[in-house]
């Protein structure tokens, strides 16, 4: 296993965050339902350098008790799903 998708993991279960738990986006009437698993996954697909930024950003939000892990793969699911329609209407 990836040692920065390994820590990411370790993370979550270090703040009591089951990883196949889901976090639901209303897309424009339709839910669409992300784990944070898939979330980690799909990150960890990037460039080495952009999976530290990943990591490092989590652990920011961990440390930032204001903002929580949670918003954090909130706004990381966000951005998935905006990448994924964004290429979805390309023509």
């Known amino acids: 296993m990836d ?6 993991m370790k993370i979550l279960q270090n703040e009591g965050i089951n990883p ?3 976090i639901d986006f209303d897309v ?3 839910v669409h339902s992300l784990t944070f698993e898939y979330i980690i996954e ?3 697909q990037a460039s080495e350098e952009s999976r530290l930024v ?4 989590l652990k920011k939000a ?3 008790k204001e903002m929580g892990i949670e918003k ?8 998935l799903l905006m990448t994924h329609l964004s290429d979805k209407f390309q023509y």
Do not use: K, P
């Open 3 to 8: 040692a920065i998708r390994q820590e990411c």
């Open 20 to 22: 196949i738990s889901s």
């Open 28 to 30: 424009n009437g339709a």
């Open 42 to 44: 799909t990150y960890m």
């Open 54 to 57: 990943f990591l490092t950003a």
């Open 62 to 64: 961990v440390d930032a």
């Open 72 to 79: 954090f793969f909130e706004g990381m699911g966000q951005l």
